[in-house]
């Protein structure tokens, strides 16, 4: 049950991360070009903290398949155990760290935030891969 409520607590974060970038590029670039087409040759760049909430959502994208695949795997084949149960709840909560640490341009804490996450994805895997064998 743990682990169906980390997948719903990361796919709500994965569902809300656009905001801060779009929140960058609605002051940078205005609300008629959110609207539109979104046209960039010509605009000014984005201010450093938007630059890095895009990359944080762009790293969260990347990130957040292969978790969740493993993660629904291990749920379907009912694999669940303590470490399981820990990978579940800390990814999401170690993406959200990433994400506001990458935005407010914290390196030590995003790197760290990164870590915890990758680490949640490798257990995962591991058990996957033990209980294939």
């Known amino acids: 049950m743990l682990e169906a409520?980390?997948?719903?607590?990361?796919?709500?974060?994965?569902a809300l991360a656009w905001?801060?970038?779009s929140v960058a590029k609605k002051e940078t670039f205005g609300v008629r070009w959110l609207a539109s087409n979104r046209e960039t040759e010509g605009?000014?760049?984005?201010?450093?903290?938007?630059?890095?909430?895009?990359?944080?959502?762009?790293?969260?994208?990347?990130n957040f398949p292969a978790w969740a695949a493993l993660l629904l795997l291990i749920i379907?084949?009912?694999?669940q155990n303590t470490v399981t149960a820990w990978a579940a709840l800390?990814?999401?909560?170690?993406?959200?760290?990433h994400m506001?640490?990458?935005?407010?341009?914290?390196?030590?804490p995003r790197f760290g935030f990164y870590c915890v996450g990758l680490g949640c994805t490798l257990a995962?895997?591991?058990?996957?891969?033990v209980r294939l064998l």
């Open 43 to 62: 605009l000014p760049p984005l201010q450093p903290w938007g630059e890095r909430a895009v990359r944080a959502h762009n790293n969260l994208k990347e």
């Open 19 to 21: 905001l801060p970038a």
């Open 100 to 108: 506001v640490s990458y935005t407010a341009g914290w390196f030590w």
């Open 124 to 129: 995962l895997l591991g058990v996957c891969i």
């Open 90 to 97: 800390l990814f999401p909560a170690a993406r959200l760290g």
């Open 76 to 79: 379907a084949l009912d694999w």
């Open 5 to 14: 409520w980390g997948l719903v607590l990361a796919s709500l974060l994965m």
